[in-house]
């Protein structure tokens, strides 16, 4: 008896864990906290059919199950829509997970017509615009067939009101063109599509993901002829203004910033990570330096100074270590030792790129492969403390170094799209050695 008490009070702990710190009071901010009122319009028309639209209640459950829900967090409706919309759940009606889930379930197939446009309007006019918070607004639109009335001009509207539409079409009556004029752009970030009912359970994860960069990631980077959502950490560290000297990299076009002992890049967590960070996402800064000790390249420190997320950099053995969140021990540390970390200590400029998923962790060095390691699930973080770059490991004693870029993309498909232009030498060619080692 006393074992199975121990069991549950340490489980309990853990779940709670995942709220609240002991310490602190600090919640972990993270996807299933970010104050967001998300909608979803389910197409309940014929061609869906009642199996199918059980799949779609399903799905929904799944989705939706990791949210903590409630006026300070996440708000979830739902409308079902065939010849006319239905308000199947009103924002801010269930005030948590499990009331939602059985609201969820009792939620009864329509079947009728096709009136789209409609239910987008019904969703503006009575969920949306009755929700006075100010926060993410995000309608997720589910549909199998075309529109039998326009949706082009209501999602203008809704867009026009700070609402970001999602389309999801299924199966082949669905019109391309329609679920674009429908959704945000670019279409390859908010158009979705899948042959039928039982392939929706695969864009599951990536939805989610999605959600998650609309609500955590409110800022966008400009990366070539696109904007990417994410967090210019150097911009928010107020870099510009406390860093006065800049320098030309060689052979590029590229400007960095010359970072002495006697400047702090230091911020409240709370200004750049407002929300805290999405489960997965790109890290890719561009730096150079001399030192020979174990430094802090980036770091998101707790209230009481503990490391949340970190990366570090090795000089006594040449190595590269990653600090995170972890369910498992409050926090976990992966160190990359491949031979090929150690260009980084040869003095000249070189791109570290890591992507961060909840199943691992991948450096990339001047954009090659160079070490996988596998991570627990983490938690979010706290973000009572504080955001630093370039600090001494342990302590508060600024390092001298020279840096281009800090930043996180939230999309992790941003790993394959980034690349090293700003590295002097890089070709683009991968498996070529990009490092060149210039000082001024």
């Not at 789209?116 to 929700?131: M, R, V």
């Not at 060689?250 to 409240?268: C, G, H, M, Q, W």
Request: charged share 25%; aromatic share 10%.
């Amino acid at each position: 008896m006393a074992k199975n008490v121990t069991f549950l009070s340490t489980v309990l702990m853990l779940l709670l864990h995942d709220y609240v710190s002991s310490e602190d009071g600090d919640i972990r901010s993270s996807c299933r906290t970010a104050p967001t009122d998300l909608v979803f319009i389910l197409d309940g028309s014929w061609s869906v059919g009642p199996e199918n639209f059980e799949i779609v209640k399903r799905w929904l459950v799944n989705i939706t199950s990791n949210f903590n829900i409630g006026p300070k967090f996440i708000q979830v409706g739902v409308v079902q829509y065939s010849d006319y919309p239905v308000l199947e759940i009103p924002l801010g009606f269930h005030d948590s997970n499990e009331n939602l889930v059985r609201g969820m379930e009792y939620i009864q197939y329509l079947g009728g017509n096709t009136q789209t446009g409609k239910a987008i309007q019904f969703a503006l006019d009575h969920l949306f615009a009755k929700s006075s918070r100010f926060l993410t607004k995000i309608a997720v639109v589910l549909t199998d067939g075309k529109s039998q009335d326009d949706v082009k001009e209501v999602a203008a509207e809704a867009r026009k009101n700070r609402i970001t539409l999602f389309a999801i079409g299924v199966g082949s009556e669905t019109e391309e063109d329609e679920l674009r004029a429908i959704a945000n752009k670019p279409s390859s970030t908010y158009v979705f599509y899948v042959e039928d009912y039982i392939a929706i359970s695969r864009i599951r994860e990536v939805i989610k993901q999605k959600l998650c960069e609309e609500s955590v990631c409110p800022t966008r980077i400009p990366v070539a002829s696109r904007d990417e959502k994410g967090f210019d950490i150097l911009l928010g560290l107020g870099v510009k203004k406390k860093v006065k000297k800049r320098i030309q990299i060689p052979f590029t076009n590229a400007k960095a910033y010359e970072v002495t002992s006697r400047i702090d890049l230091s911020e409240l967590t709370r200004n750049v990570f407002p929300e805290g960070l999405p489960p997965s996402y790109v890290f890719v800064s561009t730096q150079r330096f001399k030192v020979r000790k174990t430094w802090d390249l980036w770091r998101i420190l707790s209230l009481d100074g503990r490391p949340q997320i970190a990366v570090t950099i090795h000089g006594e053995d040449k190595t590269l270590s990653f600090t995170t969140t972890s369910l498992v021990n409050d926090t976990q540390v992966v160190t990359f030792t491949a031979p090929r970390v150690k260009i980084l200590f040869d003095e000249g400029w070189h791109q570290i790129r890591l992507l961060v998923t909840e199943a691992d962790v991948t450096l990339y060095i001047d954009d090659q492969e160079i070490e996988v390691k596998p991570l627990h699930p983490v938690l979010g973080i706290y973000i009572s403390g504080v955001t630093q770059i370039g600090k001494y490991l342990g302590k508060e004693e600024n390092v001298q170094f020279d840096v281009q870029k800090v930043r996180i993309y939230c999309d992790p498909e941003q790993n394959n799209r980034e690349t090293a232009c700003e590295i002097p030498g890089f070709n683009g060619e991968v498996g070529q050695n990009h490092s060149h080692s210039y000082w001024h």
